[in-house]
């Protein structure tokens, strides 16, 4: 059984929190402070332009994590869970049904999940290339090697992600508060030589910097909102940890950690210009910048672990929400129903970021395409977040514009300083994310049509009565399960073993998985039965977006009057329908997307693995769908 946020204290749940859901935000000193001054748009290193780099920084993680996510976007939770899908299945739910707001949310919630993906790619190519960077200071001659060592790292990662993080994920929470609790003593003892630098606690100092600077300033947001790649994480990871664990991980360490060594980092440019090249590493005494170099690199591997974990977790809720097609999920721990591993979607992560890195060689190079991705998804969140301050709190019309228009305002203004990136590696999210968003609607809209066609096609439930009782179909012991996706009509592997076999079980079971827009759903509403007729009986099984089914076993653990009938596994036979989709001479879709359906149905696992049923009891019957 899996233990909820509220089963577990809050001390271990804050410890786990900081082990997975600061990992990605935890490693931005990395590469934010120095990507601003030496990136694309370098900037003076005097003390004005320093202060006023730091001021946006220590700002924005106040404004955007501090009280846009632990404040205001926490709340809009589903059941506990969150993320972006989470929160378009809760809004879709609450809303009623014809309302205008629904095909928005639909639309943004999918884009949101398409940026994740993005995400997904470039955090680990370039959290892990730019901790690796580090060996540039540590051991000069050892440049070279920066690039086969990074890509080493990422096959590694990704090769051990059939294991499992149930032995790795024990560990995650002790490195990273050490990391914390280093880069904030790290940051003290750069403050120490240059307390003048604790004047970019000011925001004076960020008003100014953007007064002065106008357009360049503007262009410079793009470096600075590297700061908070990974506040979507505080979000999208709540149902593991809940959010008080998270708000005082935040609170508590994390959030005073980073200033402190962001500060550091920019006393230490007051200083020393010239260590513009690598504050972060230059921070620590020499001899200790190669262990420096060596718990980077951990914390990156723990921040890269964790967006490959909700990778394969957004997967699986985009799966049960009818947004892609079936795929293996294997499950790597007994206790936790979190930890799952998709075969699929690891080897396609572990190949686009081998490529990332190989093509752009740099943890700079990398910057310019990891800004557009996050900002994306900070947008969305907003405008989300103002559907639900309607929709599920209830507020008035001015105190949702006024709170939506501060966070939109400053959403919008690193959105657009992160289009001018798009020629220089921008486009690789954004073409990823208009893949993926293509992928998601089209198969969303094909199986709507899919369904459409076989309960148009299907006969009605009475045939099957008239057709027994005619006496030309034999009786034969045993129960047939059939696996339909339509709550009405015969399904097309019963009317293709009626047509053909001219034989009907004593006991056919006519057995629809259905997956509500929560994230669990409660043993007491798992299942509905119902009587059709003598010997046929039409079964329902509910699961979670954040479950994966296993008909089997919800059968075996269920009451003999839930279920309608005494179950016996090794008497029962499932029928499967596998439907090759071809094109109708006048397709509703467009034919692209009709070819792109029937080859992503082709590609999708088989309904036995899915939903965990015995190869030795199945029968699978086929037929063609017109689309």
């Given amino acids: 059984m899996t233990d909820t946020p509220a089963k577990r204290g809050l001390l271990p749940l804050m410890i786990g929190a900081i082990g997975v859901v600061f990992g990605d935000i935890g490693t931005s000193p990395l590469y934010a402070l120095k990507e601003t001054f030496a990136g694309e748009h370098p900037l003076p290193l005097d003390k004005p332009h320093i202060l006023g780099a730091l001021s946006l920084i220590v700002w924005t993680l106040t404004l955007v994590v501090s009280v846009k996510y632990v404040v205001f976007v926490m709340r809009a939770d589903n059941r506990g ?13 609450a809303l009623p ?142 149902g593991h940890f809940g959010r008080p664990a998270i708000r005082l991980g935040w609170y508590i360490l994390v959030m005073p950690a980073l200033i402190l060594n962001y500060l550091g980092q920019g006393a230490l440019l007051l200083k020393t210009p010239a260590a513009v090249e690598s504050p972060f590493f230059l921070l620590a005494p020499k001899g200790l910048i ?22 394969f977790s957004i997967s699986r809720q985009a799966i049960q929400l009818g947004y892609l097609p079936r795929m293996t999920i294997v499950h790597t721990s007994e206790h936790e129903i979190g930890q799952i591993y998709i075969p699929l979607i690891n080897w396609a992560l572990m190949v686009a970021c081998v490529a990332l890195v190989l093509a752009f060689k740099t943890s700079s190079g990398l910057a310019a395409a990891y800004g557009i991705a996050v900002t994306g998804n ?89 057709l027994v009782a005619s006496g030309r179909v034999a009786r034969v012991p045993g129960t047939a399960v059939f696996l339909t996706g339509t709550t009405e009509g015969l399904p097309l592997a019963l009317m293709h073993n009626l047509k053909h076999n001219k034989v009907a079980h004593e006991r056919v079971i006519l057995l629809t998985v259905v997956t509500q827009e929560v994230p669990v759903v409660a043993n007491d509403k798992r299942m509905e039965s119902r009587e059709i007729a003598p010997g046929l009986l039409r079964l329902t099984l509910t699961y979670g977006f954040m479950e994966t089914p296993d008909v089997p076993k919800t059968m075996a653990l269920a009451k003999e009057q839930d279920l309608g009938f005494f179950y016996e596994p090794m008497n029962i036979s499932y029928f499967l329908s596998r439907e090759t989709i071809i094109p109708s001479r006048d397709p509703t879709l467009p034919l692209w997307q009709v070819n792109l359906f029937a080859w992503m149905a082709r590609s999708a696992t088989g309904a036995m693995g899915f939903f965990r049923l015995p190869p030795g009891r199945v029968v699978e019957l086929g037929g063609q769908v017109e689309l």
């Fill in 97 to 238: 049904s014809g309302s205008r707001y629904l095909p928005t949310v639909a639309s943004i919630g999918i884009l949101a999940a398409a940026l994740f993906y993005g995400d997904c790619v470039i955090t680990p190519a370039v959290s892990v290339l730019s901790a690796v960077e580090g060996l540039k200071i540590a051991i000069p001659h050892m440049e070279d090697a920066v690039v086969p060592i990074t890509v080493t790292i990422l096959i590694g990662l990704f090769l051990i992600q059939r294991f499992g993080t149930d032995l790795v994920g024990k560990l995650f929470g002790p490195v990273c508060i050490l990391w914390f609790l280093v880069i904030g003593a790290l940051g003290i003892h750069g403050i120490a030589s240059a307390p003048a630098v604790l004047a970019a606690l000011s925001p004076h100092h960020a008003a100014m910097f953007l007064a002065t600077n106008g357009f360049t300033g503007l262009l410079i947001l793009g470096a600075v909102v590297l700061a908070v790649t990974g506040a979507e994480a505080l979000y999208a990871d709540m």
């Fill in 290 to 311: 190669l262990p420096l170099v060596i718990l980077a690199t951990l914390a990156t591997i723990i921040a890269s672990q964790a967006v490959i974990s909700g990778a």
């Fill in 378 to 466: 900070m947008v969305i969140t907003t405008v989300m977040m103002a559907i639900a301050m309607r929709v599920l709190w209830s507020w008035k019309t001015p105190r949702t514009a006024i709170a939506c228009a501060i966070f939109l305002t400053i959403d919008m203004a690193f959105f657009l300083s992160n289009i001018t990136k798009v020629g220089n590696g921008g486009w690789v999210p954004l073409g990823l994310a208009g893949v993926l968003f293509m992928v998601l609607t089209t198969w969303k809209a094909g199986r709507r049509l899919l369904i459409n066609r076989l309960t148009e096609g299907s006969l009605p439930d009475e045939h099957y009565t008239s």
């Fill in 81 to 93: 869970e969150g993320g972006s899908l989470a929160l378009m299945a809760r809004l879709s739910a």
